[in-house]
């Protein structure tokens, strides 16, 4: 089983490499409370189909160890890096879900793109959701600290109340069994109670209007209209305008998780997008080539 250590405190953080060893390279990074197996949706068929998959359980999630510490979003997105360190990846495209893809911007601006093509970002809760001085119409920090006290005090129950509004059951008709809700939940219960809290802080207080404009790669925005947990007037649409190369794919009645309920449409974008990025890199790498020549300007 895979592992590496994160680079902020040797951590010891698991992950899975799937597909071909060479070629276009997508790294999954989960939302909060999830590991890599949220995305078997994209992952499975997108290996299947050539592309080399590696999916990341962020520490205190999924098979990744249970610290106490490190779940900052400097840590977090440190530890993204990492990974890509530990395995040299060139050219990759990051993917990422809710709170990744804050880690995913934050990796970005705070370590370069020196190894990445491109980004998507699925369902994000950048630049922010809270109220705050730059985002004055976001969500009353009343209504936050509300819902944080439901959640300390029974998670299970939590996740199974608002499960329907997750997948935009009930307002847009989507539909999701019951045996594959249960499956979300237990493997969001695997999450450590202190990483639960602590991700779920780091969306509160998020705030990453500065830094969106400082992105230097094409970044794919999908979002739902029906998304509860990051609407989309204050998260999808305003990030697809401060990110300079973005382009915004809204998904109708799409929930927080259309990363299920949309899977079809999803994987089928991000074939699509992973195709652009494989000719972006074998055009790099015939520009080197006349280069390392001399021929060229």
């Known amino acids: 089983m895979p592992y590496y250590d994160s680079p902020v405190d040797g951590t010891r953080l698991h992950y899975v490499d799937h597909g071909p060893a060479s070629g276009t390279v997508a790294v999954f990074v989960a939302g909060a409370y999830l590991g890599h197996e949220m995305w078997e949706q994209q992952m499975l068929?997108?290996?299947?189909?050539?592309?080399?998959?590696?999916?990341?359980?962020?520490?205190?999630?999924?098979?990744?160890?249970?610290?106490?510490?490190?779940?900052?979003?400097?840590s977090l997105a440190d530890d993204l890096q990492g990974l890509l360190d530990h395995l040299d990846l060139r050219e990759a495209t990051l993917v990422a879900h809710s709170v990744g893809t804050a880690e995913v911007v934050r990796c970005l601006t705070r370590h370069g793109s020196s190894r990445v093509a491109r980004a998507a970002l699925v369902g994000g809760v950048g630049p922010g959701i809270m109220r705050s001085e730059r985002l004055p119409d976001g969500l009353d920090p009343a209504i936050a600290r509300a819902d944080e006290e439901f959640f300390r005090r029974d998670r299970a129950a939590w996740f199974t109340r608002f499960a329907d509004a997750?997948?935009?059951?009930?307002?847009?008709?989507?539909?999701?069994?019951?045996?594959?809700?249960?499956?979300?939940?237990?493997?969001?219960?695997?999450?450590?109670?202190?990483?639960?809290?602590?991700?779920?802080?780091?969306?509160t207080g998020l705030d990453l209007t500065a830094e969106l404009p400082a992105v230097d790669v094409p970044v794919l925005v999908v979002h739902g209209t029906h998304d509860t947990s990051a609407p989309l007037a204050h998260t999808g649409e305003r990030l697809a305008r401060l990110v300079p190369e973005a382009a915004l794919k809204v998904y109708e009645n799409g929930g927080h998780g259309l990363f299920l309920t949309h899977a079809r449409r999803?994987?089928?974008?991000?074939?699509?997008?992973?195709?652009?990025?494989?000719?972006?890199?074998?055009?790099?790498?015939?520009?080197?080539?006349?280069?390392?020549?001399?021929?060229?300007?």
């Open 166 to 203: 997750f997948f935009a059951v009930t307002s847009a008709g989507n539909e999701i069994s019951d045996a594959c809700t249960r499956y979300l939940i237990d493997r969001c219960l695997v999450a450590t109670p202190r990483a639960a809290t602590a991700v779920r802080s780091v969306v």
């Open 266 to 297: 999803l994987t089928a974008d991000l074939r699509e997008f992973l195709g652009a990025a494989g000719a972006t890199a074998a055009a790099t790498g015939i520009c080197r080539m006349l280069a390392a020549a001399g021929i060229g300007g």
């Open 45 to 74: 068929p997108l290996a299947e189909a050539g592309y080399r998959c590696v999916g990341l359980d962020r520490r205190g999630h999924g098979r990744s160890d249970d610290v106490w510490s490190g779940y900052d979003l400097d």
